[in-house]
């Protein structure tokens, strides 16, 4: 397994979760528990991918897919989970006057670029090419203009004292290490350490059905689509209002990750990264009473994670593991999965249905693996 990020455990004192998939998801029981929130008319301007200003008022999902493309799409998502930050947890009076810090996981902007040469339809392969970027934008550089959009488009404020970006698979561990780094160091005082990520941008929509990875009526083992803004607020303090000192406190205590790739001498699948991490968070019989799982629906996927689990059963019980699965409710929401995990794990823990006292949020792909371990503190 590759070499693991450091972290240090802090505690959880605030969430955001933001969508504009579909049109029944926050009326569900399990959206609602997370305190998920979908824009619905939006209170700023709509642009298009030249960042100019178009004449059109969004609304939920499909709809809003239909104002936003590329980067302005996650602009619009992370300024709306940012300004929900702003006027909520962040208002509060005891967090007024302290240091704070942003750790964001961004995908890729040649992501729906990349293994074109797979795609066998001529005509949608030669779109994806002539759309390629030219020129490709350093990730600092592109995450600032990102940040700079999400600000000016919510009218938002934050005195973000450190800001730092991650974009490759294992940009969400990276992440969460970094963000409890510099609460360690005392560099910042609260982090807020999430992603923010879409499958509903045109282009990526058509790069996802070129290679087959869609869920259709024909095929029911591909991804459904989906897009979040998650974030988690770190602390090395727990909560201090009065209306919430009986609240339960969550603790993110560590992270794995693992990219075992296949070979011709070792065929590494889902499973064996699923296993790698979850032994690598496991401390005994207990740690894995309870994982929160991005699973696609797919039954490769679903054997692969079923085999990690027998062959975890001997040292953790895992047989008996209750496993939740927040696709079902956002659809896939890429590198924003993990943490929408860790805030379903977090609500549960805070209002007292969670099934263990431990919870594992795990993201796992064909190449690779993130996890989490969660905790009440």
Request: one cysteine or more; a negative charge.
């Given at each position: ?25 926050d009326n569900a029981i399990a959206a609602a528990r997370c305190g998920f929130s979908r ?339």
């Amino acid at each position: 397994m590759s070499e693991q990020p450091p972290i240090s455990a802090c505690n959880i004192i605030g969430t955001v979760l933001v969508s504009a998939f579909g049109d029944d998801v926050d009326n569900a029981i399990a959206a609602a528990r997370c305190g998920f929130s979908r824009i619905s008319e939006l209170d700023f301007p709509v642009f298009d991918a030249e960042n100019e200003q178009i004449d059109l008022q969004g609304y939920q999902a499909p709809h809003l897919a239909k104002g936003f493309s590329g980067d302005i799409r996650l602009a619009a998502l992370l300024g709306s989970a940012l300004k929900k930050l702003q006027s909520g947890m962040l208002a509060r009076p005891e967090l007024q006057g302290k240091s704070l810090g942003l750790y964001l996981v961004l995908p890729g902007a040649m992501r729906p670029y990349t293994g074109l040469e797979e795609i066998s339809d001529e005509f949608v392969r030669s779109e994806l090419e002539e759309n390629r970027p030219q020129n490709e934008v350093d990730d600092p550089t592109r995450g600032h203009f990102i940040l700079d959009k999400a600000l000016t488009l919510t009218g938002c404020e934050l005195p973000l004292q450190e800001v730092q970006f991650f974009t490759d698979t294992d940009g969400p561990v990276n992440a969460v290490s970094a963000a409890s780094q510099a609460i360690e160091l005392g560099s910042t005082d609260v982090a807020i350490v999430g992603a923010v990520d879409s499958l509903l941008d045109e282009d990526t929509l058509k790069w996802l059905n070129g290679l087959g990875l869609l869920k259709l009526p024909a095929d029911n083992g591909g991804i459904v689509p989906g897009e979040a803004a998650a974030m988690l607020c770190l602390s090395n303090t727990g909560l201090t209002r009065e209306d919430e000192a009986d609240a339960n406190i969550t603790m993110i205590l560590d992270v794995a990750f693992s990219d075992q790739f296949s070979t011709k001498d070792n065929p590494a699948h889902i499973g064996a990264n699923i296993q790698a991490v979850a032994s690598r968070l496991a401390q005994g019989p207990g740690d894995l009473k309870w994982i929160v799982y991005d699973h696609d629906s797919s039954e490769s996927n679903a054997r692969d994670y079923g085999t990690a689990l027998s062959r975890l059963t001997g040292e953790y019980g895992a047989l008996g593991t209750e496993t939740w699965y927040p696709s079902i409710y956002f659809g896939d929401t890429g590198l924003s999965n993990l943490f929408v995990a860790g805030i379903w794990i977090s609500k549960a823990i805070e209002r007292g249905y969670a099934p263990a006292a431990t919870g594992i949020a795990l993201s796992a792909s064909s190449f690779c693996a993130c996890a989490a371990k969660f905790s009440q503190g």
